[in-house]
């Protein structure tokens, strides 16, 4: 008899993850996050993962868990209007926090060839850059810990 129970949590439209609801909220988050970037490598050609991402795959820690994935990819960006207003026109609380509800936020940055690797779970900025990126774009304390 089984007795562990699962959930089931969403980890993008239309994609669904079980998850055992006895394990510790930091193992579930992190399931989540290595989900949806496995989700995002398929679904997106050319995806490396940059920040807090980029950290975890290095074999690095958070200050505080994500499961949220932080990829970079070619892309244009697209000049049509959102039904929600565009979100660099958003006032910076609203902004971050719709940010915060992503579940994969594509960030636009240069990137050069040489600063990527790819590792078996997929492709990833090097320890280096992943260092100046935390120490850039995240906030201080986060950026010491990472």
Known sequence: MNT???????????QWLDIPA???WWERERAVHDARLDLAFESMDGAVAVL???VLLHGGTLKSSTDQAHVWVRWNRSRRRHPNGRLWDLPRPERRE???RR????H???LEESEILVLPHGA???LGRTTLDAARFLPPDEAFVA
């Open 22 to 24: 006895d394990i510790p």
């Open 52 to 54: 807090q991402s980029a």
């Open 4 to 14: 562990r129970h699962s959930s089931s949590l969403q980890i993008r439209h239309g």
């Open 103 to 106: 579940p994969v936020v594509n």
């Open 108 to 110: 636009a940055m240069a």
């Open 124 to 126: 990833v900025t090097d």
């Open 98 to 100: 719709r940010l915060a």
